[in-house]
């Protein structure tokens, strides 16, 4: 049963630059989550993908944007990189039909964006 | 005051002891509770979670939940050195409210 997966692993991008980063949930799951985690931070939740739609979004600018796929599948989008985007990127997904009701998330092995 | 708040240790204790991590949370509404492990340039992983007060028991670990107090405790028995890592407590609000809020975790070092 493969669990999370998320490509590229590392990345280095430059001041400006956009980056897109990808995720594929676990067996069953169709939720998916991205989260941001800088160094010594927890992580901090960015968006939400449910039935290809965001239901829900954190305190991110709009250069944060993303997309689900009908595979569940989902891509995060980073326009106009900053230094501060540098930062371990993760996501997490949660099992089918858990609208509303209990669930855990599990979490990829994550992609790391350094921007210089 | 941090949503949820966690000490930052390190925290250090010797090998087959037990091992004490804390956390509080502000919203009194919150629903569930997370507890991850993350090794050194890992990702987090999942375990445990509760989601009714009182103790929650799997294997070597016990979540305790006191929602009055707003507190949630992690307890791991007979530490080992493989216990090391950051733990990162987890809380969710309510249901349908997806997202999950962290603390910053507690770096707990076992020593043999």
């Known amino acids: 049963d493969a669990g999370v997966t998320q490509s590229p692993t590392h990345l280095i991008k430059t001041r400006g630059q956009q980056v897109t980063l990808r995720c594929s949930p676990k067996?069953?799951?169709?939720?998916v989550s991205w989260y941001q985690q800088a160094l010594g931070q927890g992580p901090q939740f960015i968006f939400q993908?449910?039935?290809?739609?965001?239901?829900q979004r954190g305190n991110f600018p709009d250069r944060f944007s993303g997309h689900q796929f009908p595979n569940y599948s989902s891509e995060l989008n980073v326009n106009a990189l900053l230094l501060g985007d540098s930062a371990l990127y993760l996501c997490a997904s949660s099992p089918a039909g858990t609208s509303g009701g209990d669930y855990e998330q599990y979490f990829g092995p994550g992609t790391r964006l350094t921007v210089t | 005051q941090k949503e949820v708040e966690q000490n930052s240790g390190p925290l250090s204790v010797p090998e087959g002891a037990i091992a004490s991590l804390n956390c509080t949370y502000s919203d009194r509404g919150s629903q569930s509770f997370f507890w991850y492990r993350q090794y050194s340039g890992k990702s987090p992983e999942l375990i445990m979670f509760i989601y009714s007060n009182g103790d929650k028991e799997d294997g070597r670990f016990t979540a305790q939940l006191n929602k009055a107090s707003q507190y949630v405790s992690l307890l791991i028995r007979d530490s080992q050195p493989s216990d090391s890592a950051t733990y990162l407590c987890?809380?969710?609000?309510?249901?349908?409210?997806?997202?999950?809020?962290f603390g910053t975790g507690t770096r707990l070092t076992i020593i043999p």
């Open positions: 993908y449910y039935e290809e739609e965001e239901r």
């Open positions: 987890a809380v969710r609000s309510d249901f349908g409210n997806e997202k999950l809020t």
């Open positions: 067996s069953g799951h169709d939720t």
